[in-house]
């Protein structure tokens, strides 16, 4: 009989693999050997996002996190989903969780950044987005969604600065931006 790492193990190659669905059979196989390991949980999760399997992959989520409420990667795309289904408090709380336990993902900054720009908290996006490029100075994302929240402001000659350096970290869409702000 197989053991819960085997299944993990099978899981992780049919995931890696684009296998999604007979990932998420061996993960549950796993999580049915070892049903108070958080890291099952969240790879269950992240194969059942790209089954389209949004309310499985949130309850994963969440499971992992009553496992262990540190549970990073699970905090950060439990806010993802949050976001995209419009979810907004719940995101930022899940975003404040994450960064509180890692103060050093950009990524988290940005993400946050973003869901404050939709509840138009444009003073808060604009921290967030610095915060991300002060801990990675290259990131276009930042850079190009803090010019557009300048833009929202007004404040036309910082997105132009903004969008220039997205454009020159590799954010094609700030060209367009800067082109139409330049005309």
């Known amino acids: 009989m197989k053991t819960a790492e085997q299944f993990v193990a099978d899981g992780d190659l049919k995931f890696e693999s684009k ?4 990932a998420v059979n061996d993960y549950t196989k796993a999580i049915k050997l070892e049903p108070k390991n958080p890291d099952i949980y969240y790879n269950r999760g992240l194969a ?3 089954l389209n399997k949004i309310g499985a992959a949130l309850e994963d989520f969440s499971t992992a996190l009553e496992l262990n409420p540190k549970h990073e990667d699970s905090l950060f ?9 419009g979810s907004y ?8 969780a994450a960064i ?4 050093e993902d950009a990524e988290l900054f940005t993400n946050r950044g973003a869901v404050k720009l939709q509840i ?9 987005f ?3 490029l002060d801990i990675n100075p290259s990131d276009g994302k930042a850079f190009f969604n803090r010019g557009v929240t300048y833009l929202k402001m007004h404040s036309t000659e910082r997105a132009i600065q903004d969008f220039a350096m997205a454009y020159q970290n590799g954010v094609m869409q700030a060209k367009e931006m800067l082109t139409s702000l330049q005309n």
Do not use: H
């Open 19 to 22: 296998d999604f669905k007979a």
């Open 48 to 50: 059942e996002v790209f």
């Open 77 to 85: 795309n439990r806010a993802r989903i949050a976001a995209s289904l």
């Open 89 to 96: 408090e719940k995101a930022i709380a899940d975003y404040n």
């Open 100 to 103: 509180a336990l890692n103060n």
């Open 120 to 128: 138009k908290d444009n003073q808060g996006a604009i921290n967030d």
């Open 130 to 132: 610095t915060s991300a």
